[in-house]
């Protein structure tokens, strides 16, 4: 077993973020910190980087002979990415996006990437299996692109008070078998599967 924490390389209060810096400075104190604790990997949340600066965190990682478990680009969902949108541009769009990141992931060494919000809400008057099917569409492209980047995507359960679909494990699994979905994995996250 390996352990891991959360680290965010931009200011962050959200909860579950353990530590956040924008300074590569401060960066390296934290992984020099967590190495020492007996730390393996950081799951890491960055807001926009460029490739010059990904290579700078990487350095800093290696250097502390840390990995990045997963990689969170969580900033994504406030970009308006939405991998189930009616609109056929705004889902292609979407996708495009999240592909983007790949490269900066594999910089990373990045082993996975979650499939959360940016899945996007089933809409009003929507029916659920024409929103299943425009994500099924979306993660089957999205797999195969991340597969060339020896990346996985795994969709995360989210509790009922925060989306609207596949709010516990049971229904992922469900949605990926129904689907055939090929190298798409899950991330049960404890706090969502307390609620639910």
Known sequence: MKLGISVATFKSKFGPIVYSTDSLDELDSIFQKLHAFGYDGVDLFIDPTSELRASAI????????????????IYLAELGVNLTSADEKIRQKSINTYIDQFKIAQILGAKTMPIGFIRGQLEAGDDLSSYQSRLALSLKRLGQEASTYG???CIEPINR?????FPDVLSVISFINNYGLVGIRILPDLFHMNIE
Request: with cysteine; aromatic share 4%; charged share 20%.
């Open 161 to 165: 008070y925060e989306i609207n679909s």
């Open 58 to 73: 990487k350095h800093l990682l290696d250097k502390n002979h840390l990995e990045v478990a997963m990689l969170i680009c």
């Open 151 to 153: 990346i996985t995507l």
